[in-house]
């Protein structure tokens, strides 16, 4: 277990953000683990094919060590950061740093797209942004509306809760391996066993779709440390959109029923209309009534409300 000094006081200094980099180097690390329910295997063939074209990334996140450079994922100044926001902060990192972490995750010998990090710094970190965005277009993009509709609804439903309660339900039930005593943060990894000091760095709380069942505390980034953990629902980020079935479809009528099994995933009324090809008002008719019956929950995210299957409407579609 490790044991990361966090007490009453740095609550106020707990914030949440959702990242594009996360989930990027958390999809690398799902990809490298190997085939996981969780993941829909047409995801892991598409992205594998195209991992070839990408010498760099491939060294950088897929070295022996299994280890992922830190400089990649610094903690987000705002909450929502674009990649190209993140992807300034990755060119502007030392030289020296970059070089030190990329050759962290090899042994005596490396292949030469790591060796030009000592070389040719400036060159392999252009070389390394330009894989990023590639990768990202085949591996985040296609799931990116899911990915941040689900942060969205887990960060709105911690902020609910901690208004209701107490700021302590921020992190009460955040993750099966986390827990707080109210002094440290607990992570149970039984292969470990350290201490932490709080060294007064704030927390920032990354809920990332493709942490899956893990839960990744960083603490190397000067701009504080980070938490990554998988958002309440994530398993149906990856959900192939179905048809409702036909006893379902009986019971609500056939709008109601496609409505219903489209919310695996956070949908706005918007998204639910443009998926559905349905009226704004009627969607809005709709998921009011679904919500009115308890199948459905809102949760507000900025300007927009995002509807989302209750655990009644789980086992109505289930």
């Not at 690390?29 to 070839?52: D, E």
């Not at 990116?144 to 902020?159: G, H, M, T, Y």
């Not at 079935?245 to 056939?254: E, N, R, V, W």
Request: aromatic content about 8%; overall charge neutral.
């Amino acid at each position: 277990m490790i044991a990361w000094e966090f007490g009453a006081a740095d609550l106020a200094g707990l914030r949440f953000a959702h990242s594009p980099m996360a989930e990027l180097v958390a999809s690398a690390f799902a990809l490298r683990a190997g085939p996981a329910p969780w993941i829909r295997p047409g995801w892991r063939a598409r992205v594998s094919t195209a991992l070839g074209g990408w010498p760099t990334l491939r060294a950088v996140l897929f070295g022996p060590r299994g280890y992922a450079p830190d400089f990649l994922t610094p903690v987000p100044s705002v909450a929502r950061p674009r990649l190209a926001d993140e992807l300034a902060v990755l060119a502007a990192t030392p030289a020296d740093r970059v070089a030190e972490q990329v050759r962290a995750g090899w042994g005596a010998v490396a292949p030469a797209e790591v060796e030009r990090f000592v070389t040719d710094p400036r060159g392999a970190l252009a070389a390394l942004i330009t894989e990023i965005r590639a990768y990202h277009q085949v591996a985040i993009v296609p799931l990116w509306p899911r990915l941040r509709a689900v942060a969205d609804a887990e960060i709105a439903a911690r902020v609910r809760a901690a208004a209701e309660r107490s700021p302590r339900a921020l992190l009460d039930g955040l993750h099966p391996r986390l827990d707080w005593d109210g002094s440290a943060l607990l992570l149970k990894y039984p292969d470990k066993t350290d201490e932490w000091p709080g060294e007064g760095q704030s927390l920032t709380l990354l809920p990332t779709g493709f942490a899956g069942p893990q839960v990744y505390a960083l603490t190397g980034s000067p701009t504080g440390r980070s938490l990554w953990y998988a958002p309440r629902g994530y398993g149906n980020i990856w959900d192939a959109e179905r048809e409702p079935d036909a006893a379902l479809s009986a019971l609500l009528g056939p709008t109601r029923a496609a409505v219903l099994t489209l919310l695996a995933a956070p949908a706005s009324t918007g998204d639910v209309a443009d998926r559905l090809g349905l009226a704004a008002a009627t969607a809005s008719h709709h998921l009011t009534t679904l919500r009115d019956t308890g199948l459905v929950a809102a949760e507000r995210s900025g300007r927009r409300l995002l509807y989302q299957r209750t655990h009644l409407g789980d086992q109505l579609i289930g």
